[in-house]
């Protein structure tokens, strides 16, 4: 991986639509990654929607409430029309997935970028793009209180 200032060209072309989602990852994640980011998700300004089995409902206060929730669950973060979703699989790794439509402003990788350093500087944990369902292949890393991308 090569270390690069920020960039919007090379965001967009990791955004490339090919029909697939991408997913963004915190690996080996615990509950208390898990309520960092609810916490710190609750007290930032993205938008947050709750569901239970597609239906709207309260966000839980902590990630241990939520998984035992035995229903469907789906957190839904928006960023203008960008939304960042977590279905909540297992408690050992934070899992969101965009959909690169949703970017449909060159600038909007930015938005991509903030969100992972975001979710990095409250685990303390690198977090990670990959193609969806492929934790091998990294697209973009970023280090906890760092401002350097690596792609």
Same mark, same amino acid.
């Given at each position: 991986?090569?270390?690069?200032?920020y960039?919007?060209? %090379? /965001?967009a072309?990791?955004?490339?639509?090919?029909g697939?989602?991408?997913? &963004?990852? /915190?690996l080996?994640? %615990?509950l208390?990654d898990w309520?960092?980011?609810?916490?710190?998700?609750?007290?930032?300004?993205?938008?947050?929607d709750?569901? /239970?089995? #597609?239906e709207?409902?309260?966000?839980?206060?902590?990630?241990?409430?939520?998984f035992?929730i035995?229903n469907?669950?789906?957190?839904?973060?928006r960023?203008?029309? &960008?939304?960042?979703n977590s279905y909540?699989?297992?408690d #050992?790794?934070?899992?969101?997935? &965009?959909?690169?439509?949703d970017f449909?402003?060159f600038?909007?990788?930015?938005d991509?970028?903030?969100?992972?350093?975001?979710l990095?500087?409250?685990?303390?944990?690198?977090? /990670?793009?990959?193609?969806?369902?492929d934790?091998?292949? &990294?697209?973009?890393k970023i280090?906890?209180?760092?401002?350097?991308?690596?792609?």
């Amino acid at each position: 991986m090569q270390r690069i200032d920020y960039n919007h060209k %090379t /965001i967009a072309e990791l955004l490339t639509l090919n029909g697939a989602l991408r997913d &963004i990852f /915190i690996l080996g994640s %615990t509950l208390d990654d898990w309520n960092n980011v609810l916490h710190g998700l609750k007290n930032s300004d993205y938008g947050l929607d709750f569901l /239970i089995d #597609s239906e709207p409902a309260e966000l839980p206060h902590n990630a241990e409430e939520i998984f035992k929730i035995e229903n469907s669950k789906t957190l839904r973060v928006r960023q203008d029309n &960008i939304f960042f979703n977590s279905y909540f699989f297992v408690d #050992s790794e934070i899992d969101f997935d &965009i959909d690169p439509r949703d970017f449909v402003a060159f600038e909007q990788g930015e938005d991509l970028v903030n969100f992972m350093r975001f979710l990095s500087n409250l685990t303390n944990k690198p977090c /990670i793009l990959t193609p969806e369902l492929d934790q091998e292949y &990294i697209l973009m890393k970023i280090l906890p209180n760092s401002s350097k991308i690596h792609v």
